[in-house]
């Protein structure tokens, strides 16, 4: 059977702020799933829960019947969370560190195996030749590769965007997306993005959800969604 991350009866409360009100989701692996909803709706809040981020007030989130590890879950951020003094290949490492033995996680030592993985995932993002680099250096669509190098080291299984392109050009942030959809559908990971912009969405959705004050207000795939529905999230 096809194992699913099951999002039950999620609450979250910020004092008399209900940020996640009761929300309930399955989501396979392979499907990139899209987030939408006005600010404030509470998609930032549902990752975080979803990552171990927050601890919700109520109800569970279970990949396959059983609780997720942190490896087991990578956020990507808007601006990529980075390090800008470690190199692109420092930073993409950090990513496997929790997968590493302790001491190697408190020295930041690194097996060689796991540095010629990382070289490889830079590659495959689009970065090759660009280990060296500051990360502080690069621009920021090399940044946001960088990001998803890191979270692809992490070898989660569930791939979490915040926002993830909202502060590139909208030609960069398409390469971005495009990026990270590849990267779910070819490692076959549940994939969850929240995006500001409804219309980079189209090229890379397979199904979309909408939040609205804290509760799913829009679940649809892509082939059967229109633009009514997205507009519907947003008033
Ligand atoms: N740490 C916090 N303390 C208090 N209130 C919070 C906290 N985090 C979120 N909230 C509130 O919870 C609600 C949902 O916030 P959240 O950040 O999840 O929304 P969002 O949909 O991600 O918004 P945006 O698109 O602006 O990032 C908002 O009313 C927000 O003010």
Redesign the pocket.
């Given at each position: 059977m096809t194992p699913t991350l099951t999002v039950d009866a999620l609450t979250k409360r910020?004092?008399q702020?209900v940020?996640l009100d009761s929300v309930s989701v399955d989501l396979v692996p392979g499907e990139v799933t899209v987030l939408v909803?006005?600010?404030?709706?509470?998609?930032?809040?549902?990752l975080?829960c979803v990552n171990g981020l927050e601890t919700p007030d109520e109800g569970t989130v279970q990949y396959d019947g059983t609780p997720l590890a942190p490896p087991d879950v990578a956020l990507v951020f808007q601006g990529g969370a980075l390090t800008g003094r470690k190199t692109a290949l420092e930073n993409t490492l950090d990513g496997g560190l929790a997968r590493e033995s302790r001491w190697r996680e408190l020295f930041g030592w690194h097996a060689p195996a796991e540095k010629r993985a990382a070289v490889t995932r830079l590659h495959d993002v689009g970065l090759a030749g660009m280990a060296d680099r500051r990360v502080r250096t690069l621009s920021g669509g090399e940044r946001q590769r960088v990001g998803v190098a890191r979270a692809l080291h992490q070898r989660p299984v569930v791939l979490l965007a915040?926002?993830p392109v909202a502060s590139l050009d909208p030609a960069t942030a398409r390469d971005i997306l495009a990026l990270l959809a590849d990267a779910i559908r070819e490692h076959d990971l549940v994939g969850l993005i929240?995006l500001?912009q409804p219309t980079l969405a189209s090229d890379i959705a397979d199904r979309y959800l909408g939040?609205t004050d804290?509760q799913i207000t829009l679940d649809t795939s892509a082939t059967d969604v229109s633009d009514d529905d997205i507009a519907m999230v947003y008033e």
């Amino acid at each position: 059977m096809t194992p699913t991350l099951t999002v039950d009866a999620l609450t979250k409360r910020y004092g008399q702020t209900v940020a996640l009100d009761s929300v309930s989701v399955d989501l396979v692996p392979g499907e990139v799933t899209v987030l939408v909803g006005r600010s404030g709706a509470g998609k930032t809040t549902l990752l975080r829960c979803v990552n171990g981020l927050e601890t919700p007030d109520e109800g569970t989130v279970q990949y396959d019947g059983t609780p997720l590890a942190p490896p087991d879950v990578a956020l990507v951020f808007q601006g990529g969370a980075l390090t800008g003094r470690k190199t692109a290949l420092e930073n993409t490492l950090d990513g496997g560190l929790a997968r590493e033995s302790r001491w190697r996680e408190l020295f930041g030592w690194h097996a060689p195996a796991e540095k010629r993985a990382a070289v490889t995932r830079l590659h495959d993002v689009g970065l090759a030749g660009m280990a060296d680099r500051r990360v502080r250096t690069l621009s920021g669509g090399e940044r946001q590769r960088v990001g998803v190098a890191r979270a692809l080291h992490q070898r989660p299984v569930v791939l979490l965007a915040d926002e993830p392109v909202a502060s590139l050009d909208p030609a960069t942030a398409r390469d971005i997306l495009a990026l990270l959809a590849d990267a779910i559908r070819e490692h076959d990971l549940v994939g969850l993005i929240s995006l500001h912009q409804p219309t980079l969405a189209s090229d890379i959705a397979d199904r979309y959800l909408g939040l609205t004050d804290g509760q799913i207000t829009l679940d649809t795939s892509a082939t059967d969604v229109s633009d009514d529905d997205i507009a519907m999230v947003y008033e």
